[in-house]
């Protein structure tokens, strides 16, 4: 078989596999985008929740002299905890990874410094609001009819973006 008989018919076995992937994208489309939008609506929950479960995993943070008191640190961290995890609702709809870049995101780490903002316990928060996430789009799925075939595709590509947006802090 010739080089160029061999070429195209990778290029229209690659056309295929493309066609293939945005039927399935499309027949799932509803069901993923009503598990994110289930995120953006429980994201006050979500980031309550994680900023108040590591104050009760950590009562040390409470007692820290380092810099502000503990309200401010506790609104920084339910502010960015909200912010987060609407750009990972973005990321989960778009894939458009220059979000992270264009966000304050990169300089996360900068700011939860200079308000003496333990960086432990920044990421704890968002290490139990990607758990509690999780959790969020399971029960949203499986209330759902239908196919559910995405679910693991999607924790997946939900775990990965948590752990970009944690990793910024170390």
Sequence with gaps: MSVSKNHQLLSVDKKLND?????????????????????TNNSHAI???????MICEN????????????????SVCLRDGEIILRIVAYLLIS????VLEKSCLKDLKNTYLALGVPLRNARRVFELMRD????????????MRGNKGFLPKLISETEFQFERIINLLN
Excluded: G, H, W
């Design 19 to 39: 066609l293939s992937n945005i039927k399935e994208f499309i027949n799932t489309a509803n069901s993923r985008l009503d598990a994110i939008t289930s995120i």
């Design 47 to 53: 980031a309550a929740d994680a900023v108040t479960a």
């Design 59 to 74: 009562q040390d943070s409470l007692n820290s002299k380092i810099s502000l008191n503990t309200t401010n640190k506790m």
């Design 95 to 98: 894939n458009d990874e220059s």
């Design 132 to 143: 509690a996430t999780i959790s969020d789009l399971n029960s949203t799925v499986n209330n």
